[in-house]
């Protein structure tokens, strides 16, 4: 076996745990399943996060937890998932990092969403087809940073998707490293151009 070329199972959690932060459908219960399944050889902690969000929302109709996703990404800036935004906010460094991101999802052969290229819901999936090397030069500086950010950003707060963002965050820290430096937590306004309108 190439000892460079990842192990399906480490890019599988990432691409599923990617799915449960898209705009929830109503195909959400089975991404979840799916996502739990995934899991279930990763990281202990990752997993029982999983478990607990789905504990949370379990009951919420398709509209309730969209409302839910709404309320949790789109009208709190600190929680939002675009990776470039955390790193660079509104600066000319993110417009680079999206060009980045955007080549990186054409060269995967990756469509993008509805999401700018920095959203998790794209970036997860291509770190998933990386191989370990790229993965990491991607993932340590980068993303784990900016998950970081994300999850400091639920702190103090009762909320479901809290436990979806944990959940990212130990799963790429297990698959990239820890970062050299916590980031800090700046607060900011909310991003925008943002594609999506729910």
């Avoid at 959400?28 to 607990?52: Q, V």
């Avoid at 990186?104 to 290229?117: I, V």
């Avoid at 970036?123 to 950010?149: M, S, T």
């Amino acid at each position: 076996m190439n000892a460079t070329a990842p192990e399906p199972h480490e890019g599988l959690r990432l691409e599923r745990l990617g799915a449960l932060l898209r705009y929830p459908g109503p195909d959400f219960s089975e991404l979840l399943d799916t996502c739990r399944l995934a899991l279930a050889d990763g990281p202990a902690e990752a997993l029982a996060a999983t478990e607990r969000f789905a504990d949370e929302i379990s009951g919420l109709e398709t509209s309730e937890l969209q409302e839910l996703y709404t309320r949790t990404f789109d009208l709190n800036p600190v929680c939002a998932l675009e990776v470039g935004w955390h790193l660079y906010g509104e600066s000319y460094e993110r417009g680079r990092f999206l060009v980045r991101m955007r080549v990186l999802l054409d060269r995967l052969g990756l469509a993008e969403s509805n999401e700018l290229p920095d959203h998790l819901v794209s970036v997860l999936p291509a770190l998933a087809q990386l191989d370990p090397a790229e993965r990491e030069e991607l993932g340590r500086p980068y993303v784990v940073p900016a998950v970081a950010k994300m999850v400091a950003g639920f702190d103090g707060k009762d909320n479901p998707y809290a436990h979806v963002v944990r959940a990212v965050d130990r799963t790429l820290r297990d698959l990239v490293g820890e970062p050299e430096v916590e980031p800090e937590i700046p607060l900011r306004t909310a991003p925008h151009h943002r594609r999506r309108t729910p």
